[in-house]
């Protein structure tokens, strides 16, 4: 009695001005063996895997592409998509990639909670592969969440948990 096995290896990444692309392999096979499931399934992924990580390299066009040469960007095993050739950290002179208002953010942020540009730098790089003046967006969004939530103050005399007693009559 044959065993079908069928093996499905999809992949989605993030990319600039809000897209995304997604690559996926479906394969079927037929296992003779039962105690040959395991070996053939491992099999199975790992050639769906590089097909798919080998393919997913090429996004094609991206919006707002028109008349820029096209960039192929190295791909990590990992899922994240590698920062372009660059140097490790970003100079404090460099555009930034977000909006303004992001930008002013961040930086009102790292001023009112005493933080040095390379600390918030280095955590770009760790959660977005990627220096601070690099980040897109959607990634700055990220960021400012984390910082939020890092460095926000809690009001004097407020106790803030859910269900805590918040003033009023007695």
């Known amino acids: 009695m044959a065993i079908k096995l069928e093996a499905n290896y999809a992949k989605k990444i993030g990319l600039r001005s809000y897209s995304s ?16 499931i395991e070996a053939a399934s491992a099999h199975l992924y790992q050639q769906l895997q ?14 707002g592409d028109e008349g820029q040469p096209r960039q192929v960007v190295p791909f990590n ?13 970003a100079s404090p002179t460099a555009a930034w990639n977000c909006s303004e208002k992001q ?18 730098d280095e ?18 969004s990220g960021l400012i969440d984390e910082l939020f939530d890092t460095y926000r103050k809690q009001p004097k005399g407020r106790n803030s948990s859910p269900g805590a007693y918040q003033g009023g009559r007695r």
């Open 21 to 36: 692309h997604q690559y996926s392999v479906t394969v079927r096979t037929e296992v003779s063996d039962l105690s040959k």
């Open 50 to 63: 590089d097909a798919v990580d080998r393919e997913i390299q090429h996004p094609g066009f991206l919006p």
């Open 77 to 89: 095993r990992g899922g994240a998509v590698a920062a372009p050739a660059q140097s490790n950290h």
């Open 123 to 140: 955590l770009a790089h760790h959660r977005f592969n990627c220096g601070l003046k690099q980040l897109n967006k959607m990634s700055a």
């Open 103 to 120: 930008q002013g953010l961040i930086e009102k942020l790292m001023k009112e909670n005493n933080i040095a540009f390379e600390s918030v």
